[in-house]
Each structure stands twice: as C-alpha cells, then as structure tokens.
C-alpha cells in the first residue's frame, strides 16, 4: 500500500474507463495523491471541492465530453488556473488543436507510455510551481509597497494610478506586453524607501528645512537598499525605479544627480506617471489641479525634470490616462 505526504502534488484523473483508471493509479500512485473520477459532472465537482494541481482528462466519455468538461473548467474561476492534459485515443492533429482550444496544455495518446505520461505530469506540475512563485513574489512586492503608503498622505489609489500611467507610456514606448506588466508591478515600490523616514519629518504638516529635506531626499537610496540589486526581471526594474524616480533629465534631480540617458527608461517613466498624478489629486495640503493645468506644467518641464520625448508621448496617452485616473478615483 503506497503511505501518501500531505505535500505531494494532487492529481484528478478522469476517465470512464476503470481500466484506465487504475492504469493511471499504477503508474502515478507512487509520486502523487490520486482523485478520480468516471464523468464529467463529477470531475468539475471534484476539481472545485478538491483544488487538484492538475488534470487527467479522458475525451470520449458518455454524456458531458472531456472537451465540454474542460471548457467548463476553464469557465470557472475556482477551476480556470488548474492545467487539464487531455489523455486520449483521439490523435489526430485537428482533434489536438479542438483540445488546445478547449484550454488544455497537453495531449498524450492512448495506449499511453508509463515513462511518457510521468515525465508530462512532471513538467506541467513543475510548471505550475513556477506560476505560483511569481504569484508569491508579486503579492510580496504588493505588500512592500503597501507598507509605504502606510507611513505617507498617499493613498493606496495614487499607487494603482500612477502604476497603470506608467504601464500605459511603457507600451507607448514599445516594450511588450511582459515587459509592461514587469513595470506595473514595479511602480508601486517607487516610495518604499520612506518607510525609512522618520514620522516627523514624512508628516510634517508645513515645508521642510535643509537638513529635514536632505533626510526625506534619502528616501530613494533607502528604497535601493530595501529592494537590493537583482541581475534581471521585475525586482531589477523595482530597484531602478526606486533609486531614480527623482533623478531630473537636465541633472538637478537626486539622490545622485544623474542626468539625461544616464537615467534608467524606467526611472524616467515612473517620474512622469508619479508627479502626474500628484498634481491631479487632492492632498491635505492642497487641491487637485485641473488636468489643463497639469498638462501646461509636463509641457513646460520639457527638457528639464523630465525627457521631452516622453512628455510629448504621455500626453498623446492621455484618453487611456484620463479612463485609468475615473477608474480609481478617489471619493
């Protein structure tokens, strides 16, 4: 009898063939926890009650197909991330594609190969850890920002706002569609690093003295330190977005004074998405400005806090903009 770990990978095979079945059981039961089921309803009852990793979906059942009871599952919220393997006799190409189209990931043909069927399973299954892990990693950096706004007047929405202003010129720009979303999901740490800053200094109702703004200027290093260096991907974009939000193209910016192309894109990009946003939204300390007015204020700093080239493209964005700032509007 084969003792089962709580932590090993659940899977559903379905099929209303018991043979099958329990072929699937001998050559999967010694790595995996195993739910089966004989038709379709039963499968989607299973799937949402149980939450398996993966499915073993057989085609040719009586009454509900396993095209149908795919489709169904990828219907439903509760079912739609869990990767379905079509295990079938059918293996013509244009029944493959009728499959893919229903959502599935795989196909294996029957009579089915013990060393084929396990090697599939391990790599939809390994696939499924790496999705979870980015999962994991976004709703961590989410979190970090979200500490942020803790200590600041921000809100949570100007994060969502200026985040989506920031994806919005990224596209404009060119970067793909992963690219922009890696961006997305950067922005929010723009201001992780006020997390250390002292209270006193962060909230101070009135302006702040040389060396008050020189300790709020720290905000951007901070921010580097927080996030560390990483060689690629959405934390490498995080820490360059962090460290040169405030960097200006004609140099007067800080922490380091960079200026022009010395300044990362995306460090660019984040400064637009972020002053725009802070003068079209009401503060405590002041009123939101008209988007007129906001627009007259990017124009003019053409060249100076910000590169020309991507003004004259943010504001060419700006019905995409204005859908994004009534989408999460403040009440």
Known sequence: MTTHQPN?????????????????RHVLQDQYRLLFAKDGPRALELARQERPQLILLDVMMPGMTGYETCRLLKADPVTAAIPVIFVTALSEASDEVVGFDAGAVDYI????????VRARVRTHLSLVGVDELKRTRLEIVQRLGLAAEYKDNETGLHVIRMSHYSRILGLALGMTEAEADDLLHAAPMHDVGKI??????????????ADEWKVMQSHATIGGDIIGKHPSGMLAMAYDVAVTHHEKWDGSGYPNGLAGDQIPLVGRIVAIADVFDALTSARPYKEAWPIEKAVDYLEQQRGLHFEGRLVDLFLKQMPALLEVKQRWAEH
């Open 8 to 24: 090993q990978p659940l899977i559903l095979a379905v099929d209303d063939e018991a043979s099958n079945l329990q072929l699937l």
């Open 109 to 116: 043909t029957k009579p089915v190969s013990p060393p084929i």
């Open 196 to 209: 250390g800053i002292p209270d006193n200094i962060l909230r101070k109702p009135g302006p702040l003295d």
